[in-house]
């Protein structure tokens, strides 16, 4: 008969053990669980690459669960973005859609977040929750800064001002996932040497050009470093685009090539 002992030594023993497996090293860490995350961590992983997903919260989905305001549906377009069909990665990631007209698809935000999330996780992607990721481990060769993973904390530390170290996990890339605020590219900007850049914020609301510019520049920031999703509007001032998730599918998935491309 078991008690509670053991239920305690179970979760211990094999999240520790997982954690020192990442620690020693995968091939990306993606930093934020949102729409462009997930679904670069679906490629990703199912490319052969080793990932893993650090979430600050202790959900997944990002900005898709509130939908529209509140409203409880989404919108994912069938169009072209920059070579990318939204509406044929949501159904490849078996998304349910609904045809509203000759552009856009419906789906319920809570579908779109559980098939994204089950696709990154059936592809072999590992998604860890309640982690802040808070620096970046770096090194310099040949005056080159290179970005070689991750400074964490548990979130609750984060949030409750807790002067506790961090600790770290090493990866052959990181990603920006983190949407509106460009967490990850921050760091970077002010904390790496030999980095010239500033991130701001995305622009105001042009819905169709936001949507076909933020999958035109994802991609690589530093070595080793690089972004998807609305980081990426954001480090670039792009337009914003509001409840209408393709860019953010097409964002990931572009991504997720990228680095097959560069690590394999």
């Not at 930093?31 to 462009?36: E, I, R």
């Not at 996780?121 to 620096?135: L, P, Q, R, S, T």
């Not at 040949?142 to 807790?162: C, E, F, H, N, Q």
Request: aromatic share 8%.
């Amino acid at each position: 008969m078991f008690d509670e002992a053991s239920i305690t030594k179970a979760i211990i023993e094999r999240s520790s053990k997982e954690l020192m497996e990442i620690a020693r090293g995968v091939d990306v860490i993606i930093v934020g669980a949102g729409p462009a995350g997930l679904t670069a961590a679906h490629y990703l992983a199912k490319g052969g690459l080793r990932t893993v997903i650090f979430e600050r919260r202790v959900s997944m989905g990002g900005g898709i669960a509130g939908g529209g305001s509140l409203f409880h549906k989404v919108v994912v377009e069938d169009a072209d973005l920059e070579g990318y069909n939204p509406k044929e990665i949501a159904e490849e990631l078996g998304v349910p859609l609904e045809k509203y007209d000759e552009e856009f698809y419906i789906t319920d935000a809570a579908a779109l977040v559980a098939k994204l999330s089950n696709a990154a996780v059936d592809a072999g992607a590992k998604i860890i929750m309640g982690v802040h990721v808070e620096d970046l481990i770096y090194r310099v060769e040949d005056g080159v800064t290179k970005v070689r993973g991750v400074v964490a904390l548990w979130s609750p530390i984060y949030i409750s001002g807790l002067h506790v170290d961090p600790i770290f996990f090493m990866s052959k890339a990181v990603v920006d996932a983190t949407g509106h605020d460009a967490e990850v590219l921050k760091v970077a900007s002010e904390k790496l040497p030999n980095v010239n850049f500033k991130v701001s914020r995305e622009y105001g609301a042009w819905a169709s050009e936001g949507e076909r510019m933020v999958v035109k520049y994802t991609g690589k920031i530093l070595d080793g470093l690089y972004a998807a999703g609305m980081s990426v509007a954001s480090f670039y001032r792009l337009p914003r685009m509001g409840p209408i998730f393709g860019g953010m599918l097409a964002s990931g998935k572009k991504l997720a090539e990228t680095l097959l491309s560069e690590l394999k």
